[in-house]
């Protein structure tokens, strides 16, 4: 019976699951949605909700709480200052997971996991738009006259060989 145990293992040991569901959060908050397959999915919206949740509350001890488990200060202030405040009329169900077909190499059901309803700011790393990166300005470039080389005066070192003295042995 499997009473009280929530969560599958995905045929991984304990710290490639955990890892797995950290860098899928992580590409969550940063591009806006993830493409993987059904059953990361579902696990990576319990995982997302309950982060959303942890971040609502805006405290120093939630943020430190973000930040041991992403370890990474823009991941965990863009999921507590643009992510979290979207959804403050909600308690959960923060994330939607949607159909996107089926993986041609073994036939798996894929799903789109995003935010229900998209922040702003959230997904730019993906698609960046031409406000936020705008081209370094061209600088003018002004040709000085080139300076006359100075004549400095050097010394010519004379290499001394060193002779090899060799003396015969005398039987």
Do not use: C
């Not at 499997?2 to 710290?15: A, C, E, I, P, Q």
């Not at 992580?26 to 579902?42: D, F, M, N, P, W």
């Amino acid at each position: 019976m499997r009473h009280r145990v929530s969560g599958v293992k995905l045929n991984r040991d304990t710290k490639h699951r955990v890892a797995l569901f950290k860098n899928l959060a992580r590409s969550l908050i940063l591009y806006g949605s993830v493409t993987t397959t059904e059953a990361k999915g579902k696990q990576l919206k319990r995982v997302a909700d309950r982060l959303v949740g942890q971040a609502k509350t805006n405290d120093l001890a939630s943020r430190r709480i973000l930040h041991r488990y992403f370890g990474h200060r823009d991941i965990v202030n863009t999921l507590v200052d643009r992510i979290a405040p979207v959804f403050t009329d909600r308690v959960s169900g923060f994330t939607k997971i949607e159909k996107s077909g089926i993986r041609m190499g073994d036939n798996t059901a894929m799903v789109t996991v995003s935010w229900l309803i998209m922040p702003a700011g959230v997904g730019t790393f993906a698609n960046p738009t031409p406000e936020t990166f705008k081209p370094a300005a061209k600088k003018t470039v002004v040709k000085r006259p080139a300076a006359k080389p100075t004549v400095k005066a050097t010394k010519v070192m004379t290499k001394k060989t060193a002779t090899k003295k060799t003396e015969k042995k005398s039987k």
